[in-house]
């Protein structure tokens, strides 16, 4: 099994996913938080968890890992620290860790901040970290959702490498799709834009391979 760097664990869409690959057969969990009390709620579920904070050194944070999914965000406050260098601090340790694949939850709009009516700074923030891991040898997958809202999932979605309409789809749906994103055939090297769909998410992603 493959170990699964998760930064931003403690987060709405970090806990689905850590939860998707618990009870996955390819892949094993791996929490990063921030803060030791944010610990014990992995840990207890017998997850392994390390600390990280994306401004400091995070070359500890790689050990013994194969591949990471970011989905650590600053909630607007940070967006230069956390959503972009952060994002580009992890990118960088990951490289020299060699690590297999690194899977970026970024945002749609972030292909083009510019032409954002809100939210430009941390479109931007994240067209420079997509920007940044593009730029590397890292493996890598960027998956760009809509809107996120915490509906429960339903396993379906629209994905094209863009999309050129707005839409939203559920954390559950990003989650899965995240997770899929790892595997070692599916989202090489590819950026894609994700909303509610009617197509079935391995579906969705096999056929924009």
């Known amino acids: 099994m493959e170990n699964v760097l998760v930064a931003g664990a403690n987060g709405t869409t970090g806990k689905k996913i850590i939860n998707l690959l ?18 014990e709620q992995f840990e207890k579920e017998n997850i392994r968890t ?3 904070d994306l401004e400091k050194d995070l070359s500890h944070t790689v050990d013994n890992i194969d591949k990471v999914i970011f989905a650590a965000g600053s909630g607007g406050k940070k967006v230069v620290e956390v959503d972009q260098e952060g994002a580009k601090n992890l990118i960088d340790v990951s490289k020299k860790a060699n690590i297999k694949k690194f899977v970026m939850l970024s945002s749609m709009g972030a292909d083009n ?12 923030a994240k067209h420079n970290a997509d920007e940044y891991l593009k730029s590397t040898n890292l493996v890598h997958a960027i998956v760009r959702p809509g809107s996120l809202t915490n509906d429960a999932g339903t396993g379906k979605i629209e994905l094209q ?10 954390r559950d749906d990003v989650a899965q799709t995240l997770v899929r994103s790892l595997h070692d055939n599916d989202a090489i090297n590819s950026t894609f834009e994700i909303i509610q769909g009617d197509t079935l998410i391995g579906k969705a992603m096999e056929s924009n391979a």
């Open 113 to 124: 901040p510019e032409e954002a009516d809100d939210l430009k700074d941390y479109l931007k």
């Open 50 to 52: 390390v600390l990280g």
């Open 22 to 39: 618990k009870n996955s057969q390819y892949f094993q969990p791996v929490a990063m938080v921030r803060k030791e009390e944010q610990k």
């Open 161 to 170: 490498t863009k999309l050129n309409k707005q839409g939203s789809i559920t």
